[in-house]
């Protein structure tokens, strides 16, 4: 079976035999430009040349994501049934009230996207985070697909190769209304919302998804939470339409920041008068704390001896950075083994990779939030060395260079790869690079499109390109 190497080497050489394949890629950076991929009123980054993965790669990605989907769900159910088992998390009173609100339908974690680190050599794979409801990134992959499909470079390469992309939008879509078509208090003809506090989300994707859902018969608006009213029978937007269900896109700490705000939304769900997909117990999933709470006896106690060996083998050592926690001092003097994030941010605020910083400036880190010196608790995580693999970085200043200027050497970048989960089935891949430790946007990460090649996939999906 040739390695995912093999294919991205095969890549490169069609992009020699094309002088650099200047015109195609001019074609989809301008494609990208004038695209709906924008975050935060930015196009995002990306590259042209796909990330193209092999059989082996599709199989432990379904089966880790998977794998990891149900013991989520055990540690969710298990929180939400069991009192003496919240005691081991170190939840705000307020979210534990969120977490504890009544669901009304079947699916326990809806939509999720689990961040992982794959070695593509000898295929262990390292959880970097989970994150559920509040997760993006469908419609960047959509639109960089679009952007190269149509390239000499891709057509070439998808004429020795049988090639897929990832569906990521029709599948959540109807897969929304079937857990919709669960929940108690259903109605006929009803009426979704997108929700967030939307100076913080990526609305362009909210529109999107809107669209398909009107596609598919179902009214659907996007909505931002401090802007909903709820009489005590009727949840309702702006507009003063009525709203039966949600998509919930805010991440649960937006909701403690504007607590008072957001009322409306959460008296309507204590009330069961709206429908609330995925719900606030979401939110054990992306509070990294879990990834110290999978360890202890009180959870392994309800983990199968196979669900526990992949704890092992797939989550990097975490706990609080607290002296009474932790040995502060060998995190000081080993700062390459060690990665320091807050417990509940998203977007890569304040993550601090050892290996990326000096001595003195790893020790100012731990100065400024061991002991939860910042007013909110940090964890420290054994560091997992990202996999590089070859690629084109974005293409910016492309149109203004000769075509003899324009470099197409291979640059290798890390790799973080986000496995998306439809109610608990593999959906695709959020494939994004980086030249630095910490792989984000604001680190000069950027997306590349995912292709499945020469493989069997499940046919729910797959995306033609």
Request: aromatic fraction near 12%; include cysteine.
């Amino acid at each position: 079976m040739p390695t995912n190497a093999d294919y991205t080497r095969e890549y490169f050489s069609i992009i020699d035999d094309l002088d650099g394949a200047v015109e195609g890629r001019r074609a989809a950076f301008d494609y990208m430009m004038n695209s709906t991929a924008i975050v935060h009123h930015e196009v995002v980054a990306s590259s042209f040349v796909p990330r193209l993965f092999n059989q082996e790669t599709y199989d432990v990605m379904k089966r880790t994501a998977e794998t990891c989907h149900r013991i989520l769900c055990k540690v969710i159910e298990r929180y939400r049934s069991d009192e003496e088992y919240r005691k081991v998390f170190d939840f705000d009173e307020r979210l534990v009230d969120l977490i504890l609100l009544p669901r009304g339908y079947d699916s326990v974690l809806p939509f999720a996207r689990v961040d992982t680190f794959l070695n593509e050599d000898d295929f262990r794979i390292h959880f970097c985070e989970f994150n559920g409801d509040g997760s993006a990134g469908m419609n960047e992959n959509r639109e960089i697909t679009n952007s190269i499909k149509d390239s000499e470079t891709f057509r070439t390469f998808a004429q020795n190769h049988q090639v897929l992309g990832c569906s990521l939008f029709e599948p959540w879509v109807k897969e929304f209304m079937n857990i919709y078509g669960t929940y108690d208090h259903k109605v006929d003809n009803p009426r979704f919302a997108i929700c967030d506090y939307l100076e913080n989300g990526v609305v362009d994707e909210f529109y999107q998804f809107a669209d398909l859902f009107r596609q598919n018969g179902v009214e659907c608006v996007v909505a931002d939470v401090r802007e909903l009213t709820f009489d005590g029978a009727v949840l309702r937007n702006k507009d003063g339409l009525e709203i039966n269900a949600i998509w919930r896109r805010c991440v649960t700490n937006d909701v403690l920041e504007f607590w008072d705000e957001s009322q409306a939304l959460i008296e309507a769900v204590r009330a069961e008068k709206v429908a609330l997909i995925g719900s606030f117990a979401g939110h054990i999933v992306h509070d990294k704390q879990l990834f110290e709470v999978l360890f202890k006896p009180e959870t392994q106690a309800f983990l199968t001896d196979e669900e526990i060996s992949f704890v092992e083998a797939t989550v990097p050592m975490t706990a609080f950075l607290n002296e009474d926690e932790v040995n502060l001092a060998q995190i000081r003097a080993n700062k390459d083994e060690w990665i320091i994030k807050p417990t509940d941010h998203y977007g890569a605020d304040n993550v601090y990779a050892g290996n990326a910083l000096s001595q003195e400036e790893w020790e100012q880190v731990i100065d400024e939030f061991a002991n939860e010196r910042a007013g909110y608790p940090f964890i420290v995580q054994r560091f997992i060395t990202p996999f590089k693999t070859d690629t084109l970085p974005p293409d910016y200043g492309i149109n203004e260079k000769p075509d003899g200027a324009v470099l197409s050497d291979p640059v290798p970048y890390n790799n973080l790869n986000g496995l998306y989960l439809y109610n608990g089935r593999f959906q695709g891949v959020f494939s994004r690079l980086g030249p630095h430790s910490t792989i984000c946007k604001q680190n000069e990460g950027m997306t590349a499109a995912t292709i499945w090649v020469d493989c069997s996939v499940d046919p729910a999906v797959a995306l033609e390109v």
